[in-house]
């Protein structure tokens, strides 16, 4: 397989930026994530790949819960914030103010939406494990784009 063209491929597909957020008892973790899509209507479900053996994916294999906050044009500032690990302080994540929505999850206030869901199954994917969960809430704060990796100029995958 020619390598270089195998990840300039997988680059141009396009991707959303979110703000995966889960909690328990022992604590909560938030991270930038990009490899996320809808995955069926009936159920509303989702899938969303995360990286073994990290914060996010712990958390969330513990919780069975989640939630994915859409990052909106202009929150490339944001993403950044969740590359590395925040621990809550008051109501604020990484300096971002929060609520707790019906999963127990984070769900940023400056997001324009987030969706809260409920684990179904998690797939060995390689390095990453696949979590396809159904989607148990969803909200909308306001009507701006979503911020897409390729407006970062940032890359993940390949």
């Known amino acids: 397989m020619d390598e270089k063209a195998k990840k300039h491929t997988l ?11 889960a909690s328990t008892e ?5 991270a930038t994530v990009s490899w996320l899509s809808q995955a069926s209507f009936d159920p509303p479900r989702i899938a969303v790949g995360l990286r073994k053996e990290t914060g ?5 294999l513990d919780a069975g819960t989640f939630a994915v906050n859409v990052l909106g044009d202009g929150q490339k500032a944001l993403a950044s914030t969740f590359f590395r690990h925040t621990e809550p302080e008051g109501n604020t994540l ?4 929060f609520y707790r929505g019906v999963s127990g999850a984070p769900i940023l206030n400056t997001v324009p939406a987030y969706l809260e869901c409920r684990t179904v199954e ?10 396809l969960a159904d989607i148990v ?5 306001d009507d701006r784009l979503a911020l897409n990796l390729v407006d970062t100029g940032w890359h993940y995958g390949g």
Do not use: F, K, N
Request: overall charge negative; cysteine-free; proline content about 5%.
């Open 11 to 21: 680059r141009l597909i396009p991707y959303g930026l979110y703000v995966l957020t």
């Open 26 to 30: 022992d604590g909560t973790d938030a």
């Open 56 to 60: 996010i994916w712990q958390r969330v």
């Open 94 to 97: 990484g300096g971002e103010p």
């Open 122 to 131: 998690v797939l060995d994917a390689g390095d990453h494990s696949l979590v």
């Open 137 to 141: 809430e969803a909200g909308v704060h």
